[in-house]
């Protein structure tokens, strides 16, 4: 699988504890699109990168992280052809793939601690979408979507 990721500046530790444990998993290549340092960024700018990619088919799935998780989540979800969550508990990096098929994942890095967030990478790294019912309400998404 191909992933795509990427932080602002409030989430730089965050992305290098991410990237350790997307090292785990031999089958994934990893393309990360900065910030490379804690120099103040605009996390629109990295959640446009991660999402172009699995957007245009480079990634099948995006990382996006900055200090909260929120205002990158809220910029990745504008992309059409995103379903971006942020997750903050292994629970939800479940649900969110079984039931909503997300392929991008945002987290804070001023939220979470190291042990959590590899904790839901992982989940959300091996749970499957279910499909069935749930692919009925992301055909409603994507309507909503195309209005």
């Not at 910029?75 to 995103?82: C, F, L, P, W």
């Not at 508990?89 to 098929?101: F, I, M, Q």
Request: glycine share 10%; hydrophobic share 35%.
């Amino acid at each position: 699988m191909k992933l795509t990721i990427g932080s602002d500046h409030g989430a730089v530790e965050l992305k290098e504890t991410v990237k350790a444990v997307l090292a785990e998993y031999p089958d994934i290549e990893v393309n990360d699109v900065g910030t490379f340092g804690t120099e103040s960024v605009d996390y629109p700018d990295i959640a446009e990168k991660v999402c172009a990619d699995v957007v245009n088919g480079r990634s099948e799935r995006g990382i996006v992280l900055c200090g909260t998780g929120i205002g990158i989540s809220i910029a990745a979800n504008k992309i059409k052809g995103i379903r971006c969550a942020l997750c903050n508990d292994v629970y939800s990096a479940k649900k969110c793939r079984e039931h909503n098929n997300a392929n991008v994942l945002a987290m804070g890095g001023r939220v979470l601690g190291r042990g959590p967030a590899e904790e839901i990478v992982r989940a959300w790294l091996t749970t499957e979408f279910e499909g069935g019912r749930h692919q009925r309400r992301l055909d409603k998404i994507t309507a909503l979507e195309n209005k």
